[in-house]
Every structure is written in structure tokens, then in C-alpha cells.
């Protein structure tokens, strides 16, 4: 007669997530994820089949805070950047999750992801999330994505409107995400990155007041930079040959002033052998009257 085993975990079941709640939140199906656990080949969906952006103008500003803010943190291993990339806070449960358009996890490694799965990522959540809004978005799915966002652990969370050029920003305090008062000239506690509102829009700064740019703008400054530099090497180049043209008059003056100096010489020399001559002829001269002199007396 056979005996029932009873079910052994690998892991045990965390289900702290079903306490501190409010009546507003949407809970997991605890039977699904109790099913998910039993299942091993529970498959963590990588895509949506969504595009990342509705629009270029969303677009634009998603890659822009992405790239920037992974130049910004290059040297630092520990700080992991992604935009449109599934985030699953909760194993064996392959329901609950979003995609932010842009999320910065510290503490995490850099390096590529089909999904962020929180318990492979020593159960850190990411700690900053930016969500770029375009006219598909409802107010009923923003406040989902917040409530999400407060739940699993989100320290700062950011909500740009660029229709209305509208920025608004939560911060955790007490285990809740506050609302800032004026998001204009804040800065981000984490990033240290400054959001600056205008009519052109959103800006961004770093702590150093450099500007957030696009790939467009960095190409073309780099483009700019490059021709300045490429520039400042021609008339380098130009100098450095007016410098050799004078070098190779001043070479060519010495040479001749050189030349004229042997010349002189040879001519001293001859003038000195002649002036020998001369005194020479003198002597003998001098010497024939004498001689003449002499014989006349005889």
C-alpha cells in the first residue's frame, strides 16, 4: 500500500506580500502562484508584443533619460539601467508586473536581461522609475502602474506628461510614495540629477550642470567638436609650415651668408698672396736701384 509524500519546496513560499495591504490593492491569485510553484517550466514572459513608444516625442525622451543616465553611471558596476523591461517582484507569480520606460536598480550588476526577476536579483527592487506618457495612457492605468510602483519597493517615481509638459514626482517616506510639491529645480535623491521645466519642456542636468542630450544633439556636438578640432589642426599645420618656410629661408640666408663669407675669404687669400707679391717685387726693386746705385759710383 502506497503512502501520500507530502510536497517538498526547494524554497519556501514568501507570502508577505498578502499582509500590508490596503483596500485599494490587486492582489495575485494565491492558487496561481501555489500552481506556478508546483510547475517548474513556469514561463516569465520577456515582451508584450507592445512597442516601447507610442510616439517619437516618447520615444525620444525614454532613450534620452536611458542613455544619459548610463553614461552617467558607466563607472559604477553596481547600477543597473533598463528601459521598456519587464520587472516580475514576485516568484512563481508571472502575472504581476510591468515594464517602466525607464527603471535604475542600485546594488544590481550591469549586463543584459530578457526580464528583471527580483529574486535573482538578490530581491533588491528597482529604487528609481520614470513612465513617459502618451495619449493611449489612462488615468485608470497610471494609477495601477503608481500603485504597483508603491508596493514593490519603489523609492522614487517619476511621471512625465510632454503633451502638457507636466512633471510630477513621488518620493518614499514612512514605507509610502509622497507626493513632491514642485518638481521644477528638483533633484533626484538617488540620481542627483536636476528636472528643470521650461516651455521647450523637460531638462535634465547631472551634478556637474552638463544637460541631458539626445543622440541627434551628441552627434552633432560631437560633429561640431570634431571640426573645431580639425580646425585648430589646419591652422596648426598651417603655422607649422609657416615656421618651416621661415626655417627654410632662414636656412637658405645662412647658407648664402656662408657662402659670401667663403667667398670673402678666398678673396682675403688672394689679396693677401698679392699684397706678398707685391712686397716682394718691392724688395727687389729696392734691392736692383741699390745695386744700380752702387755701380754708377764705380
Keep these: 500500500m502506497s503512502t501520500l509524500q507530502p510536497i517538498s519546496f526547494n524554497k519556501p513560499l514568501n507570502l508577505n506580500f498578502f ?23 513556469i514561463i516569465y514572459p520577456e515582451s508584450d508584443g507592445k512597442p516601447m513608444a507610442d510616439n517619437t516625442k516618447q520615444y525620444k525622451i525614454i532613450v534620452t533619460i536611458k542613455e544619459n543616465l548610463e553614461h552617467l ?18 516568484q512563481y507569480d508571472n502575472k504581476t508586473k510591468y515594464a517602466p520606460d525607464v527603471m535604475v536598480a542600485f546594488g544590481r550588476p550591469k549586463g543584459d536581461r530578457g526580464s528583471y526577476l527580483q529574486w535573482e536579483e538578490d530581491n533588491i527592487a528597482p529604487q528609481v522609475v520614470f513612465e513617459i506618457l502618451s495619449p493611449g495612457n489612462t488615468s485608470g492605468e497610471m494609477i495601477k502602474k503608481f500603485r504597483f510602483y508603491e508596493r514593490f519597493g519603489v523609492q522614487e517615481y517619476y511621471e512625465y506628461d510632454p503633451d502638457n509638459i507636466k512633471l510630477k514626482g513621488w518620493v518614499r517616506k514612512s514605507n509610502r510614495l509622497k507626493h513632491i510639491e514642485n518638481t521644477n529645480n528638483w533633484i ?13 519642456g523637460l531638462t535634465f542636468y547631472d551634478s556637474r550642470g552638463e544637460k541631458f542630450t539626445s543622440f541627434t544633439e551628441e552627434k552633432t556636438r560631437a560633429n561640431h567638436e570634431k571640426q573645431r578640432a580639425d580646425n585648430e589642426k589646419q591652422r596648426a599645420d598651417n603655422e607649422k609650415q609657416r615656421a618651416d618656410n621661415e626655417k627654410q629661408r632662414a636656412d637658405n640666408e645662412k ?4 657662402e659670401l663669407e667663403r667667398m670673402l675669404n ?26 744700380l746705385e752702387n755701380s754708377e759710383k764705380l
Design 266 to 291: 678666398l678673396e682675403k687669400q688672394r689679396v693677401d698672396k698679392l699684397e706678398l707679391k707685391i712686397d716682394t717685387f718691392e724688395k727687389k726693386m729696392a734691392q736692383l736701384m741699390n745695386y
Design 73 to 90: 553611471f558607466a563607472e559604477r558596476d553596481d547600477v543597473f539601467i533598463a528601459a521598456d523591461l519587464f520587472w516580475y517582484p514576485v
Design 255 to 258: 647658407q648664402r651668408a656662408d
Design 19 to 41: 499582509f500590508n495591504a490596503d483596500e485599494n490593492r490587486k492582489w495575485p491569485d494565491v492558487f496561481s502562484i501555489l500552481k506556478n510553484k508546483l510547475n517548474p517550466e
Design 188 to 200: 533626484s535623491p538617488m540620481l542627483n540629477v536636476k528636472f528643470e521645466l521650461s516651455e521647450n
